[in-house]
């Protein structure tokens, strides 16, 4: 073969290798298997359905990809809609399914509903599916304007005054109260007959017993009734508050805020429900708040009592029981609960001193910030810092700013010739505030030998210490 035929062959090698590349080049993407979701039906009309009941449709989730199938979440778009699936059921395999069951509760809904839920998967083209459940709830019988009666001050064999109607639902059918029963004996319900145009229904008044307790009341009434021959049970709820002779508000004192010493509380009233005059003979709400009552009119009709917390009341939680008695025969005595969180009259800052032997004059020494908290007009005044370990010295900083005299500093100071070891106190303050004229603090000494601070922390790292 010549050098002409050798350099063709060359040529059509080098070509067929070529084209034999790019035929199989590595650059393609490589093809995974994908899920394809589908819904063999993705809405049910359930036409009329009536009011309360649940009715449930089960959707089937298929997977026509070659891919697992993989359904990450399931949001139905109201809480009336519940819609599940088990761990187990949400990995659907190729040319495999899965039932969903959706529940729908109609308590509490009327008329058209269009309820979705949406379905979210791994495929990539459709990752949400949208299943819908149509309905028309209609309802069987009506209350208004709702099924609670709420009432204040209701006097014993008394009507309250609100009243409920008790109609036909939507479709108007006949319908018959069977029935009614109070689950407390202290109120009593009457049904009269109602015509409200084309309707024919049930005028529901309630009445407060001649024996029942004063105080909150909250109970249950059932109706039993009967529409287009089906009987069912329906459920009402009453609350109210029942007085005798008297009413009185708030029914509790509860302040959790802090309240100083010498505030006072919110204002506690009590009333004639009759618009009678009556005498308040004596009040009391113990040794630690003070009680001041008043008439608010000339007929005596209505007390106001207001309290105010001692100046000698502990700080912390105040727990007691205001004790109101008078002269009328239905309520000689009124008793109210009372908390109120007394406030701090001094507040210290840190409420545990440390002190170390190290070169830091911080290790040595700590300044302690004293402040009343009920003004910061109100004058404070260290009397005295003492400390019962003999090598701590205290002294107390003159006022540094006179725009602020309920600030005041004492210094605690570690003298040179403490002896070694670990050292437990206390130092003592006094001050001029009502409350807090003795504050006790815990002191800790600790003293390295050598007097060098090696492992030793800064006062200004230990727990409840502070930056002086």
């Given at each position: 073969m010549g050098n002409r035929e050798s350099w063709m062959v060359l040529v059509i090698l080098t070509q067929v290798i070529s084209l034999g590349a790019v035929g199989f080049s590595a650059d393609e993407p490589p093809?995974?298997?994908?899920?394809?979701?589908?819904?063999?039906?993705?809405?049910?009309?359930?036409?009329?359905?009536?009011?309360?009941?649940?009715?449930?449709?089960?959707?089937?989730?298929?997977?026509?990809?070659?891919?697992?199938?993989?359904?990450?979440?399931?949001?139905?778009?109201?809480?009336?809609?519940?819609?599940?699936?088990?761990?187990?059921?949400?990995?659907?395999?190729?040319?495999?399914?899965?039932?969903?069951?959706?529940?729908f509760n109609s308590k509490g809904r009327f008329g058209v509903q269009d309820r979705i839920t949406q379905v979210s998967t791994n495929d990539r083209n459709h990752p949400i599916v949208?299943?819908?459940?149509?309905c028309n709830v209609v309802t069987t019988y009506v209350i208004r304007p709702s099924p609670s009666v709420t009432f204040r001050n209701g006097r014993r064999g008394k009507e309250i005054s609100q009243r409920l109607k008790l109609l036909p639902g939507d479709d108007n059918k006949r319908l018959?109260?069977?029935?009614?029963v109070m689950a407390d004996p202290g109120i009593r319900c009457n049904a009269e007959p109602l015509v409200e145009g084309d309707r024919y229904g049930h005028l529901l008044r309630f009445v407060v017993d001649d024996d029942a307790p004063?105080?909150?009341?909250?109970t249950q009434g059932t109706l039993r009734i009967r529409v287009d021959q089906e009987e069912e049970e329906v459920g009402i709820t009453i609350r109210g508050s029942v007085v005798g002779d008297l009413a009185y508000r708030p029914g509790q004192l509860i302040s959790l805020k802090q309240t100083f010493r010498g505030a006072?509380?919110?204002?506690?009233?009590?009333?004639s429900t009759e618009k009678k005059s009556f005498s308040v003979i004596d009040v009391d709400a113990g040794p630690l708040l003070t009680a001041e009552v008043t008439p608010r009119n000339a007929k005596r009709t209505e007390y106001r009592v207001v309290l105010t917390v001692a100046a000698d009341a502990p700080s912390g939680p105040l727990a007691t029981v205001l004790r109101l008695t008078t002269d009328t025969s239905d309520q000689p005595l009124i008793e109210v609960p009372i908390f109120v969180n007394v406030a701090q009259a001094v507040d210290v800052d840190p409420l545990l001193v440390r002190l170390f032997n190290?070169?830091?004059?911080?290790?040595?020494?700590?300044?302690?910030?004293?402040?009343?908290?009920?003004?910061?007009?109100?004058e404070l005044e260290v009397e005295a810092a003492?400390?019962?370990?003999?090598?701590?010295?205290?002294?107390?900083?003159?006022?540094i700013d006179d725009r602020y005299p309920n600030r005041r500093i004492v210094i605690a100071e570690l003298a040179d010739d403490a002896p070694p070891g670990d050292h437990r106190g206390t130092l003592t303050l006094r001050t001029n505030v009502a409350g807090a004229e003795t504050i006790s603090l815990p002191l800790e000494v600790r003293m390295m030998t050598g007097g060098t601070d090696d492992g030793v922390t800064s006062p200004d790292k230990q727990p409840g210490g502070s930056r002086p």
């Amino acid at each position: 073969m010549g050098n002409r035929e050798s350099w063709m062959v060359l040529v059509i090698l080098t070509q067929v290798i070529s084209l034999g590349a790019v035929g199989f080049s590595a650059d393609e993407p490589p093809v995974y298997p994908s899920a394809k979701v589908v819904v063999e039906q993705d809405t049910f009309d359930l036409g009329k359905i009536k009011q309360g009941v649940e009715i449930s449709v089960t959707f089937v989730i298929g997977n026509e990809g070659d891919g697992d199938l993989e359904i990450h979440a399931i949001k139905p778009d109201c809480g009336c809609t519940i819609a599940t699936l088990s761990k187990a059921q949400r990995l659907v395999p190729p040319g495999g399914s899965v039932p969903l069951v959706v529940t729908f509760n109609s308590k509490g809904r009327f008329g058209v509903q269009d309820r979705i839920t949406q379905v979210s998967t791994n495929d990539r083209n459709h990752p949400i599916v949208e299943l819908t459940l149509k309905c028309n709830v209609v309802t069987t019988y009506v209350i208004r304007p709702s099924p609670s009666v709420t009432f204040r001050n209701g006097r014993r064999g008394k009507e309250i005054s609100q009243r409920l109607k008790l109609l036909p639902g939507d479709d108007n059918k006949r319908l018959e109260l069977l029935g009614i029963v109070m689950a407390d004996p202290g109120i009593r319900c009457n049904a009269e007959p109602l015509v409200e145009g084309d309707r024919y229904g049930h005028l529901l008044r309630f009445v407060v017993d001649d024996d029942a307790p004063i105080g909150d009341m909250v109970t249950q009434g059932t109706l039993r009734i009967r529409v287009d021959q089906e009987e069912e049970e329906v459920g009402i709820t009453i609350r109210g508050s029942v007085v005798g002779d008297l009413a009185y508000r708030p029914g509790q004192l509860i302040s959790l805020k802090q309240t100083f010493r010498g505030a006072t509380l919110p204002p506690w009233t009590v009333t004639s429900t009759e618009k009678k005059s009556f005498s308040v003979i004596d009040v009391d709400a113990g040794p630690l708040l003070t009680a001041e009552v008043t008439p608010r009119n000339a007929k005596r009709t209505e007390y106001r009592v207001v309290l105010t917390v001692a100046a000698d009341a502990p700080s912390g939680p105040l727990a007691t029981v205001l004790r109101l008695t008078t002269d009328t025969s239905d309520q000689p005595l009124i008793e109210v609960p009372i908390f109120v969180n007394v406030a701090q009259a001094v507040d210290v800052d840190p409420l545990l001193v440390r002190l170390f032997n190290g070169s830091n004059i911080r290790q040595r020494q700590r300044r302690i910030r004293l402040q009343t908290v009920a003004s910061r007009h109100l004058e404070l005044e260290v009397e005295a810092a003492e400390c019962d370990l003999p090598f701590v010295t205290t002294r107390i900083l003159p006022v540094i700013d006179d725009r602020y005299p309920n600030r005041r500093i004492v210094i605690a100071e570690l003298a040179d010739d403490a002896p070694p070891g670990d050292h437990r106190g206390t130092l003592t303050l006094r001050t001029n505030v009502a409350g807090a004229e003795t504050i006790s603090l815990p002191l800790e000494v600790r003293m390295m030998t050598g007097g060098t601070d090696d492992g030793v922390t800064s006062p200004d790292k230990q727990p409840g210490g502070s930056r002086p």
